[in-house]
């Protein structure tokens, strides 16, 4: 791609912007860890929110929806798709729950929610395991997409790639280490607006380059005469019967992934980064509010370009040998080939901005987790503000360091994705129930993370599974929620309950809902019940079908099917009419300010 010096002004004016923004609010955000961290839980919902999508929409992502589509069709996206459930928990169960804990990270509701040794090593152990190689393992296949971006945009070799990577990460890790959340929040706001004009602008460009829409459908369409058992490329339900999602697959993610399996950005029971943002919300109405816009325009609003982007793709490339073997790549080059000259600049803009509001964010949320959960508890315990905010500085800087490490031996970016769902599997359960059943205890989380992790590890190295394969990927899922589930019951009950004094201190704290708490909420009769059950689960199911019916109106409407389109999207609004009513007469008391 040739750039000219008005698109390197335009990429350097948005890094300009972006570090301006880290300067202004230095000093705010420097005071002390938790304004570092978390906002000092000052922040709005529509800014807390938006950059939970600014954070899930990565350089990665428009790469990874474009593989998926190559291989699977428009319901490859199914990998992704099944934590609408998860996220909508996440809204309606968990983000006043959260808000109420009072936590800077969520390792740290070890402490509150259980006691002793156990409980001091599941919140060491959580710190490092997520803030290190999990946390590595993402930035590592965020930072492999930017470097496929540049090879393929500047015609160079992936280690000159990475290096211009890493000058990006250098400057993403400067704005954190200056402003901490609070320029990662602001930064994320105008990243969003940016990234996604455009890659709106780049999906009507290219179905302009294919003959319009129209054409479009028509060539996908001789593409499917060419697909042998995978169903048709613009199915959005997979064919059963298909070699890449049998019956089997499909079972597992509608009904077990969503729940059993631990995954940034759509952990069951809330967590990660998403818990990051709903601290940083200043009330608990806020953080529902963050929340439930995150999961709105994350599943229904924001696919599409990269869908549209993706199915020209797979028209323009298919007897392309080299897209053929690295589908990923079909976005960059769409492009590189269709975008116009004077947008160039702004493109490459925007994939920054991808690249950075995810890169931002798990540089800040892997800090945090390192020093408030291993270095502030464990080895420095009463130093100042000022020291705690020097060594997050510093830690920042080391995890760009180890990602980019990292990214120099990783391959492809869906195979971490499966990776990372595997190893996590089965231990979603016990991180739900943690929070309504008061017999729960460390040595319950202890168990299900060595047992998911084990059990995962051996069906795939001493087995001989792969994550790769559908099927094998189904009983990997499977085997390991079972044996995971298994084992954290049979040790919760064969262990003793938490003291009574750390439950009572717990409910008083976090008020949940007392079905299961009743053993010790007898004994605390001025915390008045939250008997919110009803209530979260029909909004959950009221949520659930807003995000499906919208999502799929929205894509039918868009691939001529008009008046399935507008059905689906009139049951959508009528769901999300339901959620107003049902929030405005009787929702907000179940909240506190």
């Known amino acids: 791609m040739q750039l000219t010096f008005v698109d390197f002004f335009v990429i350097a ?3 300009l912007i972006n570090l301006s923004i880290g300067l202004i609010l230095r000093k705010k955000a420097t005071a002390n860890v938790s304004e570092f961290f978390v906002s000092g839980g000052k922040a709005t919902w529509w800014l807390a ?24 069709g428009i319901a490859g996206n199914w990998i992704w798709w099944n934590m609408v459930f998860s996220g909508m928990l996440t809204v309606f169960f968990f983000a006043k729950l959260w808000r109420r ?11 509150i929610r259980y006691s002793g040794k156990p409980a001091s090593f599941l919140r060491g152990f959580r710190a490092i395991y997520l803030g290190l190689p999990i946390n590595l393992i993402i930035m590592g296949w965020v ?11 500047l015609g160079i070799s992936k280690i000159d790639a990475l290096f211009i990577a890493i000058g990006i990460m250098f400057l993403t890790a400067a704005i954190s280490t200056l402003s901490g959340l609070w320029g990662v929040l602001w930064t994320d706001l105008f990243q969003f607006f940016l990234k996604m004009g455009m890659v709106i602008a780049l999906a009507i460009f290219a179905v302009a380059k294919v003959g319009g829409l129209d054409s479009l459908v028509t060539q996908l369409h001789q593409v499917d005469a060419t697909r042998q058992n995978q169903g048709s490329i613009l199915a959005f339900i997979p064919d059963l019967n298909s070699a890449w999602m049998p019956m089997i697959t499909f079972f597992c993610f509608i009904a077990v992934n969503w729940w059993a399996s631990w995954y940034p950005g759509a952990e069951p029971g809330g967590g990660g980064y998403i818990a990051q943002r709903i601290y940083s919300a200043k009330d608990e109405k806020n953080s529902l509010l963050a929340t439930l816009w995150f999961n709105v325009a994350h599943y229904a609003l924001r696919p599409w370009p990269w869908i549209i982007v993706g199915l020209v793709a797979v028209v323009r490339f298919q007897n392309n040998a080299s897209f053929r073997g690295d589908p990923e790549t079909g976005y960059i080059r ?16 925007a994939f920054a901005a991808a690249y950075m509001s995810t890169i931002g964010t798990h540089l800040n949320w892997g800090a945090s987790y390192l020093v408030n959960d291993v270095y502030k508890r464990f080895i420095k315990k009463d130093k100042s503000q000022k020291h705690y905010v020097k060594f997050s500085q510093v830690i920042t800087m080391m995890l760009m360091v180890l990602s980019a490490i990292v990214t120099f031996y990783m391959d492809s970016i869906a195979g971490a994705w499966q990776f990372l769902i595997a190893v996590g ?5 016990v991180f739900i129930l943690r929070w309504f059943w008061w017999r729960v205890n460390a040595w319950s989380e202890i168990s299900a993370m060595i047992a998911a992790f084990l059990t995962s590890l051996f069906l795939q190295f001493g087995v001989g599974l792969s994550e790769s394969k559908p ?9 390991t929620v079972l044996v995971t589930t298994t084992t954290w019951i049979t040790v919760t009950m064969l262990t003793r309950p938490e003291p009574m004094d750390k439950l ?7 008020r949940p809902n007392p079905i299961f708490w009743k053993p010790i909420a007898k004994f605390v009769p001025e915390v008045v019940p939250q008997k919110d059950g009803i209530f979260n689960f029909s909004n959950w199911i009221a949520g659930v079908t807003f995000i499906y019916t919208i999502l799929f109106g929205v894509g039918k409407v868009i691939l001529e099917n008009t008046l399935l389109g507008v059905i689906l999207i009139i049951v959508g609004i009528a769901s999300g009419i339901f959620i107003y009513w049902n929030m405005n007469k009787k929702g907000w008391q179940f909240f506190s300010e």
Do not use: C, H, Q
């Open 13 to 15: 004016l948005y890094f």
């Open 49 to 72: 929110g938006t950059s939970m999508v600014a954070t899930t929409f990565a350089a990665d992502t428009p790469l990874v929806v474009s593989g998926l589509i190559a291989r699977n």
């Open 101 to 111: 804990a009072g936590v800077l990270t969520d390792v740290e509701f070890a402490e």
């Open 143 to 153: 930072n492999l997409a930017i470097v496929k971006i540049m090879m393929m945009v």
């Open 334 to 349: 769409i492009m590189i080939e269709d975008l116009p000259i004077y947008l160039r600049g702004l493109m490459l803009a």
């Open 425 to 429: 599997a089965g231990t979603g359960l």
């Open 471 to 479: 099927i094998e990927f189904a009983w990997i899922l499977l085997i």
């Open 504 to 510: 009572i201190s717990f409910y008083k704290r976090v």
